[in-house]
């Protein structure tokens, strides 16, 4: 039988990751009723899955590094689907939290798979529009598990939970048919994590972390202190969040599979993205006191420019570090990732708890605004870098 080529499975390994927070957050209002808790206490079933997840980060580079492709995909999705299966089982929020831990080390090494299979398997702007596409794929995710997850929690948020194992599980299954061979040499340096200096050596890779740092703090805690605001203002249940949450990721899926590939060569995207990110701050800095129709809008358009930053973010990392790192490379841009996952989730859901929703959406906004400047400079140094070598 003819072998499948690595891009089904990368495709199916980013709609198997989409699943992991998105399909939990319609349930964050069930959950906060269910077991009396209170906006930050329900808000630690995401950062706890954060927080394992950068833990095991740099240890899932260096496994990756050392074991056999398929038997590092089989392990990790193994123990992902233990984590999925305690959850459904959990009477008590305290073992919810632990098993949402062992969920997290699963995530941990999947998603490290998102960028890195791409990375070793296809070279410039190819990689670049596989990568956009990649992240199309894992909003096309992101809009059916919230979608799914909310209706199925109208019964019983156990069904919903059992649902979150078909899709890793059509994952294993493509994984049994797929030639992981790789189709061009490349030189590999040896894991170490000494070389993570060689790394942070690297010319404007700061700019570049802490753009990934804050967007992706932004991904996690926007969309829960939305659902738990339109919970406890509009009273919406978790299909009505989940609906709402799918259609924002759609917009999420345009821009990744459709626009991106076109903004890439364009010298005016960092002005372009300026301009949008602009327009949608403004919107987050009034959320509380616009019509639900209008704040809508704000968290859309958001989720449409997420779908251009990450994968943008990415991809200048993987043409960036040395191409002899690109696992350690991804392993560090991953840890930072979930790192803000965790810390800003955290942060804005404690605001949110301390301070109300309309502090917690005015920070939301200012950060998007803090990104959109961090990846102009780092298009300005990126030129006159290009300009004086070329000199």
């Not at 919970?231 to 969040?241: F, L, N």
């Not at 251009?308 to 191409?323: G, L, R």
């Not at 996952?341 to 301070?355: C, D, P, V, W, Y």
Request: hydrophobic fraction near 50%.
């Amino acid at each position: 039988m003819k072998k499948l080529p690595p891009l089904f499975l990368i495709y199916f390994i980013c709609f198997s990751v989409s699943h992991g927070v998105p399909g939990i957050i319609p349930l964050l209002p069930t959950f906060q009723q269910e077991f009396a808790l209170n906006s930050y206490e329900v808000a630690n079933c995401l950062a706890y899955f954060s927080y394992s997840a950068l833990i095991a980060t740099p240890f899932m580079g260096y496994f990756y590094n050392k074991a056999p492709k398929k038997f590092f995909i089989y392990c990790i999705n193994c123990i992902y689907l233990t984590g999925i299966a305690g959850i459904s089982f959990s009477s008590e929020f305290s073992d919810l939290l632990i098993f949402r831990i062992v969920q997290g080390i699963g995530s941990a090494g999947i998603n490290l798979l998102v960028n890195i299979l791409p990375s070793e398997y296809y070279r410039g702007l190819k990689r670049g529009r596989i990568m956009g596409k990649s992240n199309g794929i894992i909003a096309l995710g992101l809009f059916f598990n919230p979608l799914v997850t909310g209706f199925l929690a109208l019964y019983s948020w156990r069904f919903s939970i059992f649902y979150l194992y078909l899709p890793t599980c059509f994952t294993l299954l493509i994984l049994t048919f797929t030639d992981l061979t790789e189709k061009f040499s490349h030189p590999h340096s040896p894991f170490s994590f000494a070389q993570i200096k060689e790394i942070l050596k690297t010319p404007l890779i700061f700019i570049l972390f802490a753009s990934l740092f804050l967007t992706a703090g932004l991904d996690l805690s926007l969309p829960s202190i939305f659902a738990l605001f339109t919970a406890d203002t509009y009273g919406y249940d978790s299909s009505t969040i989940g609906l709402f949450y799918s259609a924002a990721n759609l917009g999420m899926f345009i821009s990744s599979f459709f626009f991106l590939s076109r903004l890439l060569p364009s010298k005016k995207f960092p002005q372009i993205l300026l301009c949008c990110c602009l327009c949608t701050t403004s919107i987050l800095l009034f959320f509380t006191a616009l019509p639900i129709a209008v704040g809508f809008m704000a968290f859309f358009a958001y989720f449409c420019l997420s779908g251009i930053i990450i994968p943008y973010c990415n991809f200048s990392i993987s043409t960036a570090i040395p191409v002899q790192l690109i696992t350690l490379g991804f392993t560090v841009s991953a840890t930072v990732f979930r790192a803000g996952q965790g810390m800003e989730t955290a942060f804005l859901a404690f605001i949110a708890n301390e301070f109300g929703y309309e502090t917690a959406f005015a920070l939301t906004g200012s950060l998007l605004f803090v990104v959109a400047l961090l990846l102009l400079l780092f298009n300005k140094k990126k030129n006159q870098r290009s300009f004086q070598l070329s000199e």
